[in-house]
């Protein structure tokens, strides 16, 4: 760890682009929650990550798609400022990576990764995992949490629909309980963007639309955090999210407006296949052509 607080060596940034893609000084880095520009992340001889521009301002909801191994944990570790890129700069809520405290930024951004589900204890009550994000730990470490502070807690758990977990602990919960819970926790500090890695992986069919309808309300209220959204599957993009990054192999194919860039070739090109997408209603289906 630097005394930044990350978990790789911190390189300043070298290059900023503008929305064009050409080099410049950033204007006005509060209008957007994310920023990055020319992004590369490399461990030995491989590129997690190379030469990534990326934008998310405050009222989108991006899904990021791509095959395993393509970079999308490594991008979204970078957007939990988890993690420093080995060259570019990354701009989190108006701060710049390298320059910034990440324990002052960590608060204002909700995370859920199967890595965060395997370090909670299996023996913290649901409740306390929830409230505990408020205070920046896993699971409970205070005798008396403030009233207000549990009563959101079970707010959070209700919206996700898991309000009668409260007391379980946290070990005995199913898989897709565990997501439920861990969203739950990620909206506790009323973040302002809200990183979800692959949340419907490992969920039955059921589990899956439950939480994709769940995701959807979220992803339409006003008042909820920009959003990105890591999946493998077109099938679990929420209605509401409003952008689409398509990643391989640590770069990216393309990004916008789903409606403009979801497309059964951009799909085809990400997962190296000849793929038909289909689209129902506001839901996504996709198939080998
Ligand atoms: N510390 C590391 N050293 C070397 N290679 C790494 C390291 N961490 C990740 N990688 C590699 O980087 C690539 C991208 O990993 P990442 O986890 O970001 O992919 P992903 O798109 O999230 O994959 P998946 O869909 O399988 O979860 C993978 O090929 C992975 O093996």
Same mark, same amino acid.
């Given at each position: ?17 503008? %929305? ?63 993690? %420093? ?146 999946? %493998? ?9 409003? %952008? ?46």
């Amino acid at each position: 760890m630097t005394s930044h607080g990350l978990d790789a060596p911190a390189a300043t940034g070298t290059v900023n682009y503008d %929305h064009n893609g050409h080099v410049s000084e950033p204007n006005n880095l509060d209008d957007l929650v994310v920023r990055m520009a020319g992004v590369g992340v490399r461990r030995g001889r491989n590129e997690l990550l190379a030469g990534l521009d990326w934008a998310v301002e405050l009222d989108e909801r991006w899904v990021v798609l791509g095959p395993n191994g393509a970079g999308k944990t490594t991008l979204l570790r970078l957007a939990a400022a988890e993690l %420093h890129p080995t060259s570019g700069t990354v701009d989190l809520l108006g701060e710049r990576i390298g320059k910034v405290s990440v324990f002052e930024l960590r608060p204002r951004i909700g995370f859920t990764s199967a890595a965060l589900a395997g370090r909670v204890p299996g023996d913290e009550l649901v409740r306390d995992v929830v409230v505990s994000a408020g205070y920046s730990v896993i699971g409970r470490w205070r005798e008396e949490y403030e009233n207000l502070d549990v009563d959101r807690a079970m707010e959070l758990l209700g919206t996700l629909g898991v309000t009668h977990l409260a007391e379980r602990t946290f070990g005995t919960l199913s898989e897709g309980e565990r997501k439920r819970v861990l969203i739950a926790r990620a909206l506790m500090t009323d973040p302002e963007l809200l990183l979800l890695d692959e949340p419907a992986a490992g969920l039955d069919l059921g589990g899956r639309e439950d939480l994709v309808a769940r995701l959807s309300t979220l992803a339409m209220d006003p008042d909820a955090p920009a959003t990105v959204l890591v999946t %493998h599957h077109v099938e679990e993009i929420p209605p509401g999210f409003t %952008h689409a990054l398509l990643l391989r192999e640590g770069q990216a194919v393309v990004a916008g407006l789903i409606d403009d860039v979801l497309t059964a070739e951009n799909l085809s090109k990400t997962f190296d296949q000849d793929l038909l997408l289909e689209r129902s209603g506001d839901r996504f289906f996709a198939r080998r052509r």
